[in-house]
């Protein structure tokens, strides 16, 4: 309790304009991103609890009330059909791709057990990706951001830090071949469409998430996109 109070003090002096706080906020985006892709385990449990409270206090202290940030209650409903909505979408989109070429979630890093893929799809990705990722990229970031810009340019901005955000794991990636081995497609397009994809994502995301008023509907539609493709991989292999 001592520690959180000295941190609420120090951010509190540091930060008071909107800049300084975006700034912080990117600084803070970049070194978890690092932190979550190079530790495994208790110290990645580790990094991404104190990530969760580094931005509980830069909502805090960056004034950030919950409307403006998509998590108001008023708005749950909209989020949720707009989420569910998008979802059944996703996952038809999804079926399709990989009944005309299963080969393209040839994915090494999804190639695990049924234990393992249930506790990513429940566990894992909800929790490391989905929920921290939407309240930065389209809740904290575009709120920020507004306050100096348009809401149109907001969103395009935190969608190209949304990009930027999957360098790290795009360049896990190999080489696939899709449909059937009809088309080779080299590493370094996969990964830059593993990093252009993310961006164009996020601007349908950040649409749901202005139109419904609320993150929960980029929230059900980005774990419907992961999960769905973890899904298919592990089917794939």
């Known amino acids: 309790q001592r520690i959180l109070v000295v941190m609420e003090h120090m951010f509190g002096r540091l930060f008071h304009g909107s800049a300084l706080w975006l700034v912080g906020l990117v600084v803070f985006v970049v070194v978890f991103n690092v932190l979550f892709h190079r530790t495994q385990g208790t110290a990645r449990i580790i990094a991404s609890v104190a990530s969760y409270v580094i931005l509980f206090l830069i909502i805090r202290y960056a004034k950030l009330g919950l409307s403006s940030i998509g998590l108001a209650g008023s708005n749950i409903k909209s989020g949720l059909l707009w989420g569910l909505i998008g979802a059944v979408i996703v996952f038809a989109v999804m079926g399709i791709v990989y009944l005309v070429s299963p080969s393209t979630f040839l994915d090494a890093r999804y190639n695990q057990d049924t234990r393992s893929l249930i506790g990513a799809l429940v566990l ?27 809401v149109q340019l907001a969103f395009v901005l935190s969608s190209i830090l949304f990009g930027l955000w999957h360098i790290l794991p795009s360049l896990q990636m190999k080489s696939v071949s899709v449909f059937g081995g009809a088309l080779f497609v080299p590493r370094p397009v996969v990964i830059g469409s593993s990093i252009v994809a993310p961006f164009v994502v996020g601007l349908l995301l950040s649409f749901m ?5 609320s993150i929960i509907a ?3 539609v980005h774990w419907s996109i992961n999960a769905s493709g973890m899904a298919l991989a592990f089917l794939a292999w």
């Open 124 to 150: 894992s990705l909800p929790i490391y990706t989905v929920i921290i990722e939407e309240i930065i990229f389209r809740g904290v970031m575009p709120a920020l951001l507004m306050r100096s810009t348009s």
């Open 218 to 220: 980029p929230m059900i």
């Open 209 to 213: 998430a202005y139109k419904s008023k």
